[in-house]
């Protein structure tokens, strides 16, 4: 393959820049292997999906990293790719008023115009010197356009939060590009405009309509996944280049609050969030990475600078660690459960990668590796604005929810709408996390749906269930479960050894049907201290049939198990270490199926252990770490 003329070969610098220089070009060539070579102008130049088995229409965002790529190894494929692909979305997905819709078919929602326009005037900007004249000229004629149907289009209430606040990076790139100021004010507006959508703790809200309206528990809609991927760099972005230190300083103290919920493995639980279908544990599906915002922002944060890019490093890790056979998975089991990668979580998440590398420094590691705030044990930290709770007691760290915000998708439905398929609430114990172990429980969507459905994968046919810790009934063929109850109460005490949380609520269906006659109403307690979590269930009323207590385990296929008693499991996990799960006799467990479950939604594999409950008794399962035993 001919090299190019203009290649810029930069050795890499330190690990990090390594690592980010490596993952680019690995999904860059993931997608060359995907694109689509033929005459037909309908498909030629296209990414092909396999895990969707279609053509994402927004796969033309791929153009920035592909050129980025081709001008810093000098080989003519790349470049070939990115002009084919977005002569493909311009054939395809380009419309007469300078927007560009999300699907050639399945959406017409064109405030997708907003991320294109970003990737076309980030690829012009750096890379536009590798172009032929007359291409350079057209993008820059297109960009011209885009802007234009942008500043009709956009205003602090199209669509979700994400929406607007992007704009304001798009925006000021216009200007820049374009040579035309104006778009600077618009840009300016809008970012001051988006700082009413903070709340007084630093959450980020607005993913979900309305933005001025709380739930009866006081909640904002607010989505983690899409606020530290997409909203939050590109406002972190705007502030930096136009030198706004008011917007500047709100977005850092909000990216501080957000690493609030950063795992220590750099993952995001996003297990509460109002958009969590699309959560996949390093962030979320279609958006494009928080890599800009942590590196960028980490200049900025003084004393918490080092924190930031460790954050950001250690994610990129973790994306690292789930790409197979140069594609992003969308979780950390996809590949063991033999599930393909949405070819949709490369092309967006490379043009964050290609952003950092082409504007950021890399100097040498601190001599000591910063602590991110999970890592520190703090007991309990409580967000009001989202009604969910933190926990940190020795090596154990918790997310606790009974967040009441229902999400409702108005643009790009595959059915999912308000049925209540979307994330735990009940007073669920949506996330467990052991520092050693890594992650132990995880919250799930409570019933899998398609809520934009060109944005979501099918299960393949393998075992797959809801993987949130739970209480449920199965009667008349309907499910009712815990994780539903937005008028659940929950409270905590906590003293220096123990912290306990109560939930009270009723069993119900995701449609918030009760079971009829006089209903069913649980209780779930989790029970914290350094040693082990103690999760105890008990049920009060009619009970037309058995009800469960299900704990689904994550441990991949290849983490071998033993159940030395009926009421006993032991996953054997790293570092000679092993998890032990008990039921307290004399309940023992149901029996354990062979094969693990999976769900999609953020992407384990689990072992669904699960207890018949007793009419009037407790049940509880106690979970710890222990050394590996010695089978008899």
């Keep these: 393959m001919p090299r190019l003329a203009a ?35 309908a498909l030629n130049g296209a990414l092909l999906c396999p895990a969707c088995a279609m053509i994402h229409g927004r796969c033309g965002d791929a153009v920035y990293p592909l050129l980025r790529v081709a001008h810093t190894t000098g080989q003519a494929k790349y470049l070939h790719a990115a002009i084919a692909v977005h002569e493909w979305s311009e054939r395809n997905v380009s419309r007469e008023d300078g927007s560009w819709v999300n699907d050639v078919t399945l959406s017409t929602w064109k405030g997708i115009t907003v991320f294109k326009t970003i990737a076309l005037c980030e690829a012009v900007h750096h ?19 885009a802007a234009k149907f942008l500043d009709g289009f956009i205003t602090l209430q199209t669509g979700n939060i994400n929406y607007p606040i992007t704009s304001t990076l798009a925006f000021t790139l216009c200007a820049h590009v374009l040579n035309e100021p104006r778009y600077l004010d618009r840009a300016k507006k809008l970012a001051h405009e988006a700082l009413a959508n903070f709340t007084p703790a630093g959450l980020l809200f607005g993913e979900g309509h309305p933005f001025d309206v709380k739930s009866p528990k006081g909640c904002h809609p607010v989505d983690l996944g899409y606020n530290v991927e997409e909203s939050l760099p590109a406002l972190a972005l705007y502030a930096i280049l136009t030198n706004d230190q008011p917007v500047l300083d709100v977005v850092l103290k909000s990216m501080r609050t957000h690493l609030e919920f950063m795992l220590p493995d750099g993952g995001w639980d996003n297990s509460w969030g109002t958009r969590n279908y699309k959560w996949s544990y390093w962030g979320s599906r279609t958006s494009d990475g928080c890599q800009p915002a942590l590196v960028f922002l980490a200049d900025h944060a003084g004393a918490d600078g080092p924190m930031f890019r460790e954050a950001a490093y250690r994610n990129l890790k973790l994306m690292a660690a789930c790409t197979h056979n140069n594609l992003l998975c969308g979780g950390p089991d996809y590949f063991s459960h033999g599930d393909q990668p949405c070819i949709h ?71 999912g709408g308000n049925t209540g398929g979307g994330h735990a609430s009940g007073g669920a114990l949506s ?33 797959h269930m ?100 009926p009421h006993t499991l032991i996953v054997h996990k790293k570092a000679e270490k092993s998890l032990w799960v008990s039921a307290t006799e004399p309940h023992a467990f149901d029996p354990v199926p062979n094969e693990r479950t999976f769900n999609l939604v953020p992407g384990f594999e689990c072992i669904p252990l699960s207890i018949t409950l007793k009419s009037g008794e407790e049940a509880q399962v106690q979970i710890k770490l222990a050394d590996i035993p010695v089978r008899p």
Aim: a negative charge; hydrophobic letters at 40%; aromatic letters at 8%.
């Design 7 to 41: 290649a810029v070969v930069a050795p890499a610098l330190t690990a990090e820049h390594h690592l980010y220089t490596h993952t680019l070009q690995s999904w860059c060539d993931g997608l060359l292997a995907h694109q689509i070579t033929n005459t037909d102008p």
């Design 345 to 415: 979580h490369a092309f967006t998440h490379a043009k964050a990668l290609a952003t950092v590398l082409d504007s950021a420094t890399f100097p040498a590691p601190p001599k000591t590796t910063p602590k991110l705030p999970s890592e520190e044990p703090f007991g309990v930290r409580s967000f009001s604005d989202i009604a969910t709770h933190l926990v940190s007691i020795g090596d154990w760290r918790a997310t606790v929810t009974d967040y009441d915000w229902e999400y409702v998708e108005t643009v790009q439905t595959g059915g």
């Design 431 to 463: 996330m467990l996390y052991h520092q050693q172990l890594g992650p132990i429980l995880c919250a799930s969507m409570n019933q899998y749906s398609l809520v934009e459905i060109s944005n979501q994968q099918q299960f393949n046919d393998k075992p």
């Design 127 to 145: 890379h536009g010197a590798i172009l032929p004249a007359a291409t350079r000229a057209a993008w820059t004629a297109r960009i011209a356009r």
């Design 466 to 565: 809801t993987l949130t810790p739970r209480v449920e009934l199965i009667a008349d063929g309907k499910t009712y479960t815990s994780l539903v109850d937005l008028k659940a109460k929950l409270t905590v005490t906590k003293s220096e050894k123990e912290i306990v949380f109560v939930a009270e609520g009723q069993l119900l269906t995701t449609s918030h049907q009760p079971v009829p006659g006089e209903g069913v109403r649980y209780q779930l307690t989790y029970k914290f201290d350094t040693t082990s979590v103690q999760i105890t269930a008990k049920t009060i009323g009619t009970k037309p049939a058995a009800i469960r207590l299900i704990t689904p385990i994550i441990a991949p296929s290849t983490e071998a198990t033993w159940q030395p008693y």
